[in-house]
């Protein structure tokens, strides 16, 4: 595929553009502070459930409100799986402090040369409105995003994706979306995109 044959291209998140850094001695330390003391492959365990817990209910956090509810009940998810009593309110900042993310690797020159090509760019995740914090941090405040947690629905429904293409305006035969997942591969098929697996590097690198 050439960059004529396209007019934007669509980016996954979490394992095609960022990855988390390894929040467990943040968590650790946090819940040393409020008195909580447990070894790191427990807290390693706690924050395993509670990543399963928060993929299945991403979309939840959609405003300030709700957003502040789904961090709660993920703290609670921690707290529980520690045999902790501590109020879930307690940790809820700490909790977000330790989430810190990163891009990984080649993932801004690629962002880069799509934009050299003239390509307009999205970013398509399950995620919460956090994310767009997230990449503000990062740099990336001036990517387009679209998260499940706006659309009201999580990939590999197509919706997300149509949300991204109104917000583009693009025509889905003339957008790529680049992932990692299959619900990523699924989800923009069924809108009528392109799909190229990740690495983000490597998709662009192939168009020539």
Not at 23 to 42: E, F, I, N, S, T
Not at 175 to 203: I, K, Q, W
Request: with cysteine; charged share 25%.
């Amino acid at each position: 595929m050439r960059p004529a044959d396209l007019d934007a291209v669509t980016v996954d998140a979490y394992g095609t553009l960022v990855r988390l850094r390894d929040p467990v001695p943040a968590l650790q330390d946090g819940l040393q502070g409020l008195g909580v003391d447990r070894d790191a492959d427990a807290v390693a365990a706690a924050f395993a459930r509670e990543v399963a817990y928060y993929r299945e209910r991403s979309f939840e956090g959609r405003d300030e409100e709700s957003l502040r509810r789904l961090r709660r009940e993920c703290v609670a998810i921690i707290l529980e799986a520690l045999g902790s009593d501590l109020p879930p309110d307690a940790f809820v900042d700490r909790f977000v402090a330790a989430m810190r993310f990163e891009l990984l690797p080649d993932a801004g020159a690629a962002l880069a040369r799509l934009r050299r090509y003239g390509l307009a760019v999205a970013v398509v995740s399950n995620w919460d409105i956090g994310l767009h914090e997230q990449l503000h941090d990062l740099g990336l405040g001036d990517v387009a995003v679209i998260t499940s947690a706006e659309a009201g629905a999580q990939k590999p429904d197509p919706v997300v994706f149509e949300r991204a293409l109104d917000l583009l305006d693009v025509r889905a035969s003339r957008a790529l979306h680049v992932g990692d997942s299959d619900s990523d591969e699924f989800g923009a098929r069924a809108a009528g995109m392109h799909f190229v697996p990740a690495p983000l590097g490597t998709a662009v690198a192939a168009l020539t």
